[in-house]
């Protein structure tokens, strides 16, 4: 078993009604495992903030850390997770 903390911000704090959690996952569990998950936890609402334009896929504008470093999505949601990692959701922050 694996145990990581996902860490919700901004619009994602406001669904999940959670600033974190644990999530136990099976060994060889992916980034996509953890966010498969969360999409069947949380949602409709969940699943839209996480898509891109047209709905298909991981994409937008959705920033996804693993131990505070940046993940390209969805190039690296086959990321492995490893027991006691966090991963941080939130949205992109833009401004001028």
Do not use: C, W
């Amino acid at each position: 078993m694996v145990v990581v903390t996902v860490e919700y911000l901004l619009k994602f704090k406001s669904i999940t009604g959670k600033d974190k959690e644990e999530i136990v996952l099976d060994k060889g569990a992916t980034v996509k495992d953890v966010i498969d998950l969360l999409y069947k936890r949380y949602g409709e609402d969940f699943v839209r903030e996480f898509s891109n334009p047209s709905g298909d896929a991981i994409g937008g504008r959705v920033l996804i850390l693993l131990n505070g470093r940046t993940l390209r999505v969805p190039e690296d949601s086959t990321q492995l997770v490893n027991d006691g990692d966090t991963i941080t959701v939130m949205h992109m922050v833009e401004g001028g």
